[in-house]
C-alpha cells in the first residue's frame, strides 16, 4: 500500500526566505507526482506536475525536483511572499490492474510571516 | 490552467433530503473524474472515480447507494448525496484529468462544495 508523508506538517518562515518542502512516498512505481496548494475552505489548485521520467519541473517562484527511486520530491519556493501562505499537498499517481490510484500526502501548512 | 467548476459551492439541506453537486470541466474533457471528501483538517479521501459512460468505481467503505455519481458527458459529473443526514455533513470535492486526446495528464480541483445537513 502506498504511504505519502509530507514533512514538515507545519512551517512559519519570515517573508523573502526560500524554503524547501518535503514528500516521500513508499512504492518508487509512480506513474506522475503532482503538487498542489490549497487555500482555507477551497479546492485544490495544481502546482506541478512531474511525469515519472522527468527530475524537476519549474513554474516562476516554484521549483519541483523527482527522486523516483528514493522515493521522494521537494518543492521549492522561492523569496516566499505571504500570499504563499497555504496548504501544500502532493500527490503521486498509480496504476493497479489497470485502475488509477491517487495518494495524496499529509500536508504542509505554510505561514509567511510578513 | 484548465478549469473545473463545481457546484453549488455551499449547501444547506434538512436531514433525508437529497442534494446533488456538480462538476464540470469547462475548457477540456475528462474521461476520468473523481470525487473526494474532506474533513477539517485532513487530507482528501477518495470516494469514487467517475467514469464517461460507465458505472463509477467506488472506494472500500463508500455506500455507492448513498453517493449516488453519474457521469454522463466529458464535461460532467454529478454526485447525490441521498436520504441525508448530518454525518453527511462535509467538504465535497471534485477533480478531472486533462487526459483525452494528448492531454498532459494534469488533475484539476473544483472548488469544493460545502454540504451542511440540519
Known amino acids: 500500500k502506498q504511504e505519502v508523508t509530507q514533512i514538515p506538517a507545519a512551517l512559519s518562515v519570515p517573508e523573502g526566505e526560500n524554503l524547501v518542502l518535503n514528500c516521500s512516498f513508499t512504492?518508487?512505481?509512480?506513474?506522475?507526482l503532482q503538487w498542489f496548494r490549497q487555500d482555507p475552505g477551497k479546492g485544490l489548485t495544481s502546482l506541478l506536475l512531474i511525469q515519472s521520467s522527468q527530475r524537476e519541473q519549474t513554474s516562476g517562484r516554484l521549483n519541483a525536483s523527482l527522486d523516483k527511486s528514493s522515493g521522494r520530491s521537494t518543492l521549492y519556493i522561492a523569496a516566499s511572499q505571504p500570499g504563499d501562505s497555504a496548504t501544500y499537498l502532493c500527490?503521486?499517481?498509480?496504476?493497479?490492474?489497470?485502475?488509477?490510484?491517487?495518494?495524496f500526502g499529509t500536508g504542509t501548512r505554510l505561514t509567511i510571516i510578513p | 490552467g484548465a478549469v473545473v467548476s463545481q457546484h453549488p459551492s455551499r449547501v444547506i439541506c434538512k436531514s433525508g433530503t437529497s442534494v446533488k453537486i456538480e462538476c464540470r470541466s469547462l475548457d477540456f474533457q475528462a474521461t476520468t473524474m473523481f470525487w473526494y471528501r474532506q474533513f477539517p483538517k485532513k487530507s482528501l479521501m477518495l470516494m469514487a472515480t467517475?467514469?464517461?459512460?460507465?458505472?463509477?468505481?467506488?472506494e472500500q467503505g463508500v455506500e455507492k447507494d448513498k453517493f449516488l455519481i453519474n457521469h454522463a458527458s466529458l464535461t460532467l459529473s454529478t454526485l447525490t448525496v441521498t436520504s441525508a443526514h448530518p454525518e453527511d455533513s462535509s467538504f465535497y470535492i471534485c477533480s478531472a484529468r486533462d487526459e483525452y486526446w494528448g492531454g498532459t495528464g494534469e488533475l484539476f480541483f473544483g472548488e469544493g462544495s460545502r454540504l451542511t445537513v440540519l
Open positions: 467517475s467514469n464517461e459512460g460507465s458505472k463509477a468505481t467506488y
Open positions: 512504492d518508487s512505481a509512480i506513474y506522475n
Open positions: 500527490a503521486v499517481r498509480q496504476w493497479y490492474f489497470g485502475n488509477e490510484k491517487l495518494t
